[in-house]
């Protein structure tokens, strides 16, 4: 594995920078400031941020309804994601998406999909597309355990397989689809033995760990992007927040959150760099006052932006006819 100092510095900035967006929109969406619906990913930034740093600028991704630690992984910006969420006209989508529909095609990011498994076929289509124009990228799909039962994940991986697509499968197994827990779900302890009823590679790994995390997804990518076809990681994982807004995780005690929080896969590569002489405990403390004011910048650009007018409120929304 070859990664810089600076790499590694970056990349434990970015996991925080996740987690203090995610607290910042937990705390608001508390208090009502934003409306709508949205699903946290904090406890799993280590996925995001490994699987976006394995790939390449213009390679892709399709996220899913727990998306923001994906879209600021993969480049975004993170006033317009703020913006979005305050249904804003200077966010990613004009205000009219919010949180579960972010996309961001600058940084090649397919979007987040408020359908469970949504983004599944259309990371299938984007590999297809790839391959027909001989294009040499690849896409790592995104979606959670309780996307791997719903008819579209089969077909499409089913799919990937005869056509050898360019795609990397990552299902980000956070132990509970909703407030159904794994072993209600699946006949199966390890999800991954799964690839092998599509001719495709699988492995589990530990997705608290992000280096793990870094190093699998690059590998698997390069085995798909010289033409080996697809492939599943599941990454193990734990979303220490509600599945949304309105859960109260009365499906799981509170031990039991606890024992995975003390995963928290910042707190390790934070623990991981200082004992390497990567980071000293001083610049930890100054990135994450660097984070502390990127988002507190991004709350006020997205307060002080503008909603759409009532007169053009649907537009974007609705394809306009030509008469």
């Not at 949180?99 to 949504?118: E, F, R, W």
């Not at 995390?213 to 080996?228: I, L, P």
């Not at 610049?283 to 997205?302: F, G, H, S």
Request: with cysteine; net charge negative; glycine share 10%.
């Amino acid at each position: 594995m070859q990664l810089s100092k600076e790499t590694q510095i970056k990349m434990y900035e970015d996991m925080l920078k996740i987690r203090a967006f995610e607290e910042q929109v937990d705390e608001f969406i508390s208090r009502g400031a934003i409306t709508g619906t949205t699903h946290l990913c904090i406890g799993q930034e280590a996925v995001a941020v490994g699987a976006c740093y394995a790939i390449r600028h213009d390679d892709y991704i399709a996220s899913t309804h727990r998306g923001h630690g994906h879209c600021i992984a993969k480049g975004a910006q993170i006033d317009k994601m703020m913006a979005e969420l305050f249904g804003k006209e200077t966010g990613y989508c004009k205000g009219r998406g919010g949180s579960l529909h972010i996309v961001d095609m600058s940084t090649n990011n397919l979007g987040a999909n408020g359908i469970v498994g949504g983004g599944i076929p259309i990371a299938v289509g984007a590999a297809l597309s790839v391959k027909m124009q001989k294009q040499d990228k690849v896409v790592v799909c995104f979606f959670g355990d309780g996307a791997m039962n719903q008819g579209a994940f089969h077909e499409a991986a089913n799919l990937a397989s005869v056509w050898k697509l360019p795609v990397v499968f990552l299902c980000e197994n956070n132990q509970y689809g909703m407030s159904t827990p794994l072993n209600e779900a699946f006949n199966i302890k390890d999800l991954s033995i799964r690839a092998e009823g599509y001719g495709m590679e699988g492995i589990t790994i530990d997705g608290n760990d992000l280096l793990e995390v870094y190093q699998t997804v690059k590998d698997f990518a390069e085995k798909a992007r010289s033409g080996e076809g697809p492939n599943l990681i599941v990454a193990e994982t734990y979303r220490w927040k509600g599945h949304s807004k309105s859960d109260p995780r009365k499906y799981r005690t509170r031990e039991e959150e606890q024992e995975w929080m003390k995963k928290d896969p910042i707190a390790a590569f934070e623990k991981k760099l200082i004992k390497e002489g990567i980071l000293s405990e001083q610049k930890a403390e100054e990135i994450k006052e660097k984070v502390e004011k990127i988002i507190e910048d991004a709350v006020k650009y997205a307060q002080e932006s503008p909603y759409p007018s009532v007169e053009n409120i649907t537009d974007y929304v609705y394809v306009e006819e030509e008469a």
